[in-house]
């Protein structure tokens, strides 16, 4: 391989050392530097041969870096940092609020479109492969239904809603889909499925000595946006056993396309995923996005894209040949 690809990260959470393991894994990229809010010498990086830098900074850095991949949260730091960066690198993100994903895409577009630059939104499992799987599920089978479900995993927006709860010390929530809504899909009937109907919402809480634990349990399962809609099931267990069982961030989930061709003959397209670490798979697509706004930059394309955007070769190492010959 000639050059390596230069990759450049802001934000050193969860999803940012993920992406730094994910270039470990990819003989053509290199690891520049990651950018923090954070005082740089409180961010300890795996790799002690890469600076740690002041996001302030990150502009100097325009000509030794290829892709900037932003690994901050969408509820306040990419709709600033996605326009902002798209101004002077090819960028990749994971925005994620899907009502506002055509508002941030038109914001980042019109900055990338005059910098000349690519910048791929929106990327990782859902949206992003999940999302290819649906728009794949609706042209191969025009007549049907999609369904998306999510889980068994851990959901971090609803495990901090129940740690807020008065008498909570610690806790985790999971997202599990519902066994026999699944097999309804599989199985063609095509349901109307609730909300409800569709997940179950799993919670194990550590208590506060002395709390009341029927208040406590009352409280989450009658909390709106996140648990009233739902049939929840709290379990109260020790300290212990939560760091022992409860640590992994795992996450999957699977879209069903169930639709039917010519003079009703039943088709099922599903796409699952099973993750023991939701930001590692996440920080994994990201990566491999990476490369193809690199390839696209390289090409002359500009202006934001989204995975509906991007050929699916261009995600590949390996040439166009090497694929023809090895995976068609």
């Known amino acids: 391989m000639g050059n390596k690809i230069r990759i450049g990260i802001t934000g050193y ?8 393991a994910a ?36 502009q100097d850095y325009k000509n030794e870096i290829d892709v900037m991949i932003l690994c901050g949260g969408s509820a306040t730091d990419l709709p600033e940092q996605g326009p902002a960066f798209a101004a002077h690198f090819n960028t990749i993100d994971s925005f994620d609020t899907h009502a506002k994903i055509p508002d941030y895409f038109a914001a980042v577009d019109e900055v990338a479109k005059s910098s000349g630059m690519v910048s ?16 794949l599920g609706e042209a191969i ?15 971090q927006g609803h495990s901090d809603a ?72 709290v379990n109260f267990i020790s300290e212990e056993e939560l760091h022992a069982n409860h640590s992994k961030m795992m996450h999957g989930g699977f879209v069903i396309r169930s639709g039917e061709t010519g003079e009703g003959n039943k088709q099922i397209m599903e796409f699952s995923l ?43 190492p390996k040439s166009p040949e090497q694929l023809r010959k090895e995976l068609l």
């Not at 949206?127 to 799987?133: C, H």
Request: aromatic share 8%.
């Open 23 to 58: 270039i470990k894994q990819n003989p053509d990229m290199e690891l520049v530097a990651v950018f923090s809010r954070r005082d740089p010498s409180s961010v300890i990086v795996a790799d002690p041969k890469v600076k740690v830098l002041p996001i302030a900074s990150a």
């Open 274 to 316: 099973k993750l023991d670490s939701n930001p590692e798979y996440t920080a994994s697509v990201l990566t491999a996005y990476a490369r193809a706004a690199y390839k696209m930059s390289t090409e002359g394309q500009s202006g934001a894209k989204t995975v509906f955007d991007v050929p699916v070769g261009m995600l590949s």
């Open 13 to 20: 959470g969860n999803l940012g050392r993920g992406v730094e």
């Open 141 to 155: 089978l025009p007549e049907g239904e999609t369904y998306t479900f999510w889980g068994k995993g851990l959901s």
């Open 162 to 233: 129940v740690r807020r709860v008065a008498g909570v010390k610690a806790a985790v929530q999971y997202t599990i889909p519902i066994e026999e809504a699944v097999n309804r899909v599989r199985n063609g009937e095509n349901p109307l499925l609730s909300t409800k109907e569709k997940h179950l919402r799993e919670c194990f809480v550590v208590a506060e000595d002395g709390a009341d634990l029927s208040v406590i349990e009352k409280t989450i399962k009658e909390m709106p946006h996140y648990f009233s809609d739902y049939q929840t099931v």
């Open 120 to 135: 791929i939104i929106s990327v990782g499992w859902d949206p992003g492969m999940f999302s290819l799987n649906r728009m």
